[in-house]
């Protein structure tokens, strides 16, 4: 199976950028994604990187892929109050049985006014 | 249009009981999942179904029963629920005949507790 990582907490100021970070195990995932979880909410998509590219943009989002470090990055520009919530890391694993998704335990971003 | 609605939103419960959860979803995917998400925010796969077979069935005590009717629906029983049952439980869909295969999308959660 796949372990990932996250670290658990991020604080930034309303504006900074933030940079959430994860490591991972299996390198047979195709697709590697990050989901947002507001409280009270669901896992929202955000975003999702095909495993033979280095960098996707999407506006404010940017993830950066080092598949030889295992690791992986999302980076918010311009942090608003609303993006506070935890972020997940996930990954799939090709190798073995259809759909599975291994998760990271979330990192708790918060931004301060 | 909600995607992948889950029903219901809360479940307050006594111990012992017997309860069921259901999910739909209106993406016209053929795979649906149930997680879990414990008190530490930690989620794990139970279930998948592909066209309503069973594909991935992790260690789940077998009071955890799920059923699929049709591709559209992944509901789930549990029988005689225990304390250590509370959590989020989310229900997910994929569509694994596209190139966007393994994206998953989630329903909003049930919140169980179980007292």
């Known amino acids: 199976g796949e372990d990932v990582e996250q670290s658990l907490f991020l604080s930034v100021r309303e504006g900074d950028s933030s940079v959430i970070n994860c490591t991972y195990t299996?390198?047979?995932?195709?697709?590697l994604y990050w989901y947002k979880q507001e409280p009270g909410a669901g896992l929202q998509l955000l975003t999702y990187?095909?495993?033979?590219?280095d960098m996707k943009q999407d506006q404010r989002l940017t993830v950066l892929l080092n598949k030889k470090d295992k690791h992986l990055s999302l980076r918010i520009a311009d942090t608003q109050t609303g993006d506070s919530a935890i972020y997940f890391c996930?990954?799939?694993?090709?190798?073995?049985?259809?759909?599975?998704?291994?998760f990271g335990r979330g990192t708790q971003l918060t931004v301060w006014p | 249009d909600t995607a992948v609605s889950q029903t219901p939103k809360y479940l307050v419960t006594q111990m012992g009981n017997d309860k069921s959860i259901k999910c739909e979803q209106n993406?016209?995917?053929?795979?649906m999942y149930w997680y879990k998400q414990d008190s530490k925010k930690f989620l794990k796969i139970m279930f998948s179904?592909?066209?309503?077979?069973?594909?991935i069935n992790e260690t789940v005590p077998n009071r955890f029963s799920p059923k699929s009717p049709d591709k559209a629906h992944l509901n789930l029983h549990i029988n005689s629920l225990e304390l250590g049952d509370s959590a989020v439980y989310f229900c997910?869909?994929?569509?694994?005949?596209?190139?966007?295969?393994?994206?998953?999308?989630f329903g909003p959660g049930t919140r169980l507790l179980v007292l």
């Open positions: 997910a869909s994929s569509d694994y005949g596209t190139a966007d295969q393994e994206t998953q999308y």
């Open positions: 299996d390198s047979s995932s195709t697709y």
């Open positions: 990187i095909f495993s033979n590219m």
């Open positions: 996930a990954g799939g694993d090709r190798g073995s049985t259809l759909g599975r998704l291994y």
């Open positions: 993406l016209g995917h053929d795979t």
């Open positions: 179904y592909n066209n309503k077979e069973l594909i």
